[in-house]
Protein backbone atom coordinates (compact mmCIF):
# COMPACT_ATOMS: atom_id res chain seq x y z
CA UNK A 1 0.00 0.00 0.00
CA UNK A 2 1.09 3.48 -1.15
CA UNK A 3 1.85 6.21 1.37
CA UNK A 4 0.67 9.66 1.48
CA UNK A 5 4.03 11.00 0.90
CA UNK A 6 4.56 8.54 -2.31
CA UNK A 7 1.46 9.62 -4.01
CA UNK A 8 2.23 13.19 -3.08
CA UNK A 9 5.37 12.53 -5.02
CA UNK A 10 3.70 10.97 -7.63
CA UNK A 11 1.15 13.73 -8.42
CA UNK A 12 4.65 15.97 -8.19
CA UNK A 13 5.91 13.68 -10.87
CA UNK A 14 2.71 13.87 -12.96
CA UNK A 15 2.89 18.05 -12.85
CA UNK A 16 6.03 17.85 -14.35
CA UNK A 17 4.91 15.63 -17.17
CA UNK A 18 2.29 17.79 -17.83
CA UNK A 19 4.68 20.95 -17.51
CA UNK A 20 7.08 19.91 -20.27
CA UNK A 21 3.52 19.11 -22.74
CA UNK A 22 3.50 15.49 -21.78
CA UNK A 23 1.14 13.70 -23.64
CA UNK A 24 -1.61 10.92 -22.45
CA UNK A 25 -0.33 10.97 -19.05
CA UNK A 26 -2.21 8.40 -17.06
CA UNK A 27 -1.60 6.61 -14.20
CA UNK A 28 -1.66 2.60 -13.45
CA UNK A 29 -2.41 1.16 -10.03
CA UNK A 30 -0.98 -1.96 -9.88
CA UNK A 31 -2.51 -5.18 -8.37
CA UNK A 32 -0.36 -6.25 -4.93
CA UNK A 33 -0.96 -9.45 -6.09
CA UNK A 34 0.92 -9.48 -9.20
CA UNK A 35 3.25 -6.96 -9.02
CA UNK A 36 5.32 -6.75 -5.40
CA UNK A 37 7.86 -4.69 -6.50
CA UNK A 38 6.41 -0.75 -7.08
CA UNK A 39 2.17 0.54 -6.63
CA UNK A 40 1.99 2.89 -9.71
CA UNK A 41 3.05 3.23 -13.53
CA UNK A 42 3.55 6.81 -14.40
CA UNK A 43 2.81 6.55 -18.31
CA UNK A 44 3.60 9.39 -21.10
CA UNK A 45 4.92 10.10 -24.07
CA UNK A 46 6.60 13.03 -25.97
CA UNK A 47 6.62 13.87 -29.25
CA UNK A 48 10.50 13.08 -30.11
CA UNK A 49 13.42 12.27 -28.27
CA UNK A 50 14.53 15.39 -26.94
CA UNK A 51 11.10 16.30 -25.62
CA UNK A 52 11.14 13.04 -23.74
CA UNK A 53 14.71 13.76 -22.18
CA UNK A 54 13.33 16.97 -21.58
CA UNK A 55 10.58 15.15 -19.58
CA UNK A 56 12.01 13.18 -17.55
CA UNK A 57 14.65 15.87 -16.21
CA UNK A 58 12.00 18.31 -15.05
CA UNK A 59 10.71 15.09 -13.19
CA UNK A 60 13.96 14.22 -11.49
CA UNK A 61 14.52 18.29 -10.79
CA UNK A 62 11.48 18.73 -9.45
CA UNK A 63 11.89 15.48 -7.00
CA UNK A 64 15.10 16.78 -6.01
CA UNK A 65 14.54 20.73 -4.82
CA UNK A 66 11.04 20.04 -3.44
CA UNK A 67 11.49 16.45 -1.53
CA UNK A 68 15.33 15.50 -1.79
CA UNK A 69 14.48 12.34 -3.09
CA UNK A 70 16.12 10.48 -6.32
CA UNK A 71 15.63 8.02 -8.57
CA UNK A 72 16.91 4.21 -7.44
CA UNK A 73 18.17 4.16 -11.47
CA UNK A 74 17.74 5.64 -15.05
CA UNK A 75 17.65 3.58 -17.93
CA UNK A 76 17.62 4.56 -21.71
CA UNK A 77 18.24 8.45 -21.58
CA UNK A 78 20.59 8.16 -24.04
CA UNK A 79 18.42 6.99 -26.72
CA UNK A 80 15.34 8.18 -25.37
CA UNK A 81 12.73 6.22 -26.98
CA UNK A 82 11.57 4.92 -23.53
CA UNK A 83 13.11 6.38 -20.28
CA UNK A 84 12.67 4.14 -16.98
CA UNK A 85 12.59 6.28 -13.87
CA UNK A 86 12.36 3.92 -10.89
CA UNK A 87 11.33 5.75 -7.54
CA UNK A 88 10.31 2.31 -5.95
CA UNK A 89 6.47 3.09 -5.33
CA UNK A 90 6.52 4.13 -8.57
CA UNK A 91 8.18 3.96 -12.21
CA UNK A 92 7.78 6.77 -14.30
CA UNK A 93 7.77 5.45 -18.34
CA UNK A 94 8.39 8.11 -20.81
CA UNK A 95 7.58 6.58 -24.21
CA UNK A 96 8.22 8.03 -27.64
CA UNK A 97 4.60 7.65 -29.28
CA UNK A 98 5.67 4.60 -31.74
CA UNK A 99 7.55 2.42 -28.69
CA UNK A 100 4.83 3.35 -26.66
CA UNK A 101 2.15 1.76 -28.87
CA UNK A 102 4.55 -1.12 -29.63
CA UNK A 103 5.08 -2.08 -25.90
CA UNK A 104 1.80 -1.44 -24.71
CA UNK A 105 2.38 -1.77 -20.87
CA UNK A 106 -1.79 -0.73 -20.78
CA UNK A 107 -2.23 -3.85 -21.86
CA UNK A 108 -0.03 -5.74 -20.61
CA UNK A 109 -1.26 -5.01 -17.01
CA UNK A 110 -4.91 -5.61 -17.50
CA UNK A 111 -5.36 -6.01 -13.36
CA UNK A 112 -4.22 -2.55 -13.58
CA UNK A 113 -6.53 -0.32 -12.90
CA UNK A 114 -6.32 3.43 -14.34
CA UNK A 115 -6.61 6.63 -12.15
CA UNK A 116 -6.17 9.89 -12.81
CA UNK A 117 -4.76 13.46 -11.50
CA UNK A 118 -8.13 14.16 -9.70
CA UNK A 119 -9.06 10.96 -8.24
CA UNK A 120 -5.14 10.57 -6.62
CA UNK A 121 -5.26 14.35 -5.51
CA UNK A 122 -8.86 13.51 -3.87
CA UNK A 123 -7.39 10.17 -2.20
CA UNK A 124 -4.42 12.36 -0.83
CA UNK A 125 -6.59 14.94 0.91
CA UNK A 126 -8.66 12.30 2.18
CA UNK A 127 -5.87 10.68 4.01
CA UNK A 128 -4.37 14.19 4.89
CA UNK A 129 -7.59 14.94 6.65
CA UNK A 130 -8.30 11.54 8.51
CA UNK A 131 -4.77 11.37 10.26
CA UNK A 132 -5.22 15.30 11.00
CA UNK A 133 -8.46 14.22 12.86
CA UNK A 134 -6.73 11.05 14.48
CA UNK A 135 -4.10 13.33 15.80
CA UNK A 136 -6.97 16.40 16.79
CA UNK A 137 -8.65 13.78 19.08
CA UNK A 138 -4.92 12.61 20.44
CA UNK A 139 -4.31 16.33 21.25
CA UNK A 140 -8.29 16.57 22.97
CA UNK A 141 -7.39 13.25 25.56
CA UNK A 142 -4.50 14.24 26.64
CA UNK A 143 -5.35 17.52 28.02
CA UNK A 144 -7.30 16.90 30.98
CA UNK A 145 -4.31 14.27 32.29
CA UNK A 146 -2.00 17.86 31.99
CA UNK A 147 -4.68 19.51 34.45
CA UNK A 148 -4.53 17.34 36.89
CA UNK A 149 -0.81 17.06 36.91
CA UNK A 150 -0.57 20.68 37.51
CA UNK A 151 -2.77 20.68 39.86
CA UNK A 152 -1.00 18.10 41.90
CA UNK A 153 1.81 19.66 41.56
CA UNK A 154 0.95 23.03 43.46
CA UNK A 155 1.30 22.02 46.80
CA UNK A 156 4.62 20.59 46.69
CA UNK A 157 5.53 23.90 45.29
CA UNK A 158 4.09 25.52 48.11
CA UNK A 159 6.48 22.85 50.19
CA UNK A 160 10.09 24.00 48.68
CA UNK A 161 9.23 27.73 49.29
CA UNK A 162 8.42 27.21 53.18
CA UNK A 163 11.65 24.95 53.64
CA UNK A 164 13.47 27.12 51.11
CA UNK A 165 12.58 30.36 53.53
CA UNK A 166 13.77 28.04 56.58
CA UNK A 167 16.65 27.28 54.75
CA UNK A 168 17.93 30.84 54.56
CA UNK A 169 17.29 31.73 57.95
CA UNK A 170 19.25 29.09 59.58
CA UNK A 171 21.84 29.91 57.04
CA UNK A 172 21.93 32.97 57.83
CA UNK A 173 22.30 31.88 61.51
CA UNK A 174 25.27 29.72 61.08
CA UNK A 175 27.04 32.47 59.28
CA UNK A 176 26.82 34.65 62.48
CA UNK A 177 27.41 32.41 65.31
CA UNK A 178 29.49 34.83 67.50
CA UNK A 179 26.27 37.45 67.14
CA UNK A 180 24.44 36.27 69.72
CA UNK A 181 27.61 35.61 72.54
CA UNK A 182 29.04 38.53 71.50
CA UNK A 183 25.75 40.10 72.53
CA UNK A 184 25.27 38.55 75.52
CA UNK A 185 29.55 39.04 76.64
CA UNK A 186 29.24 42.81 75.90
CA UNK A 187 27.27 43.84 79.40
CA UNK A 188 30.29 41.89 81.15
CA UNK A 189 32.56 43.50 79.73
CA UNK A 190 30.95 46.83 80.78
CA UNK A 191 30.88 45.73 83.76
CA UNK A 192 33.96 45.01 84.62
CA UNK A 193 35.76 48.52 82.61
CA UNK A 194 34.16 50.46 85.72
CA UNK A 195 36.64 50.32 88.75
CA UNK A 196 35.07 50.30 92.27
CA UNK A 197 35.14 53.34 94.08
CA UNK A 198 37.93 54.24 96.80
CA UNK A 199 36.82 54.59 100.12
CA UNK A 200 37.75 57.96 101.60
CA UNK A 201 38.96 57.50 105.02
CA UNK A 202 37.46 60.87 107.16
CA UNK A 203 40.34 60.09 109.61
Known sequence: MASIESNHLLLTAAA???DKKAEDIRILALDPAESGLTDYFLICNGTNERQNVAITDEVELRLKREFGVYP???????QGEWIL?????????VFSA?????????????SATTINVAE??????AHISTTRAKTSKKVATSKPTAKKSTIA????VARKSVSANTVSKTVRSTKNPGAKSAAKKAPAKAHLKNPKKKRVSTK
Do not use: W
Not at 72 to 78: A, Y
Not at 100 to 110: M, P, Q, S, T
Open 16 to 18: ACE
Open 72 to 78: NSVEGRR
Open 85 to 93: MDYVDFIVH
Open 98 to 110: EKRAFYGLERLRK
Open 120 to 125: LNAELK
Open 153 to 156: RKPS
